[in-house]
Structures are given as structure tokens and as C-alpha cells.
Nanobody, 122 residues
Framework: QVQLVESGGGLVQAGGSLRLSCAASGRTFSRYPMGWFRQAPGKDREFVAAFSWNTGNTNYADSVKGRFTISRDNAKNTVYLQMNSLTPEDTAVYYC???????????????WGQGTQVTVST
């Protein structure tokens, strides 16, 4: 079992940066791929980024490539999402997620955090 708790959301002006953190508990964290998703008002939840510690694989949605970076610190049981050059279109609730399998963490992971709000103003 994996428990995920996000933090770091907030209000930022367009062009600014935020770093989200996801603290994980559960003894298998260090072996599980991790991901971030987001859900904007009135829209479906969408994939943002994923990272596999075992293989080093990363995957990003086209909309965030070159602006967002996912990383993890196993010593701290934490995964990060560094978000730069934010635009109002990035406004959403951001969710940390995890799954034992790399394909699933990119589409429909089993474990979810509660979400953290990111609001980008013009």
C-alpha cells in the first residue's frame, strides 16, 4: 500500500514557477513509478508527467514538455514536479500518483494523493 500527500500548490503569476512535492509512505515506494496528473475545472483529469526510478524513464505531456520537470528523492520518499513558465492554462488541481507498473502510471495509476490547487493568474 502507498499513501501520497501533495504540497506546494498556490497562486502564481503567469511566467512564474512552482515546485510541487509529493510525500509517499509505504515500504514499496522506492520501486514504484510515480506520476503527476491534473484536472482543470470542467475538464477531465489528464496526464502531466511520469518517472521510473528503476529504468530512468520519463514521460511528459506535450503541453508541459520543456517547462515541467519530474524528479524524485528516494532518501526523502518524495517526488517533485518543478513547473516553470506557467500559464493560466496550467491552472488545475494537481495529483500525485503511483503504480507498480510503468504503463499504468502513465494512464490509470492505482494510488492517488488528495490533490493540491495550482492557480496561475494573468
Amino acid at each position: 500500500q502507498v499513501q501520497l500527500v501533495e504540497s506546494g500548490g498556490g497562486l502564481v503569476q503567469a511566467g512564474g514557477s512552482l515546485r510541487l512535492s509529493c510525500a509517499a509512505s509505504g515500504r514499496t515506494f522506492s520501486r514504484y513509478p510515480m506520476g503527476w496528473f491534473r484536472q482543470a475545472p470542467g475538464k477531465d483529469r489528464e496526464f502531466v508527467a511520469a518517472f521510473s526510478w528503476n529504468t530512468g524513464n520519463t514521460n511528459y505531456a506535450d503541453s508541459v514538455k520543456g517547462r515541467f520537470t519530474i524528479s524524485r528523492d528516494n532518501a526523502k520518499n518524495t517526488v517533485y514536479l518543478q513547473m516553470n513558465s506557467l500559464t493560466p492554462e496550467d491552472t488545475a488541481v494537481y495529483y500525485c500518483a503511483s503504480d507498480a507498473l510503468w504503463p499504468r502510471v502513465n494512464r490509470n495509476p492505482a494510488y492517488w494523493g488528495q490533490g493540491t490547487q495550482v492557480t496561475v493568474s494573468t
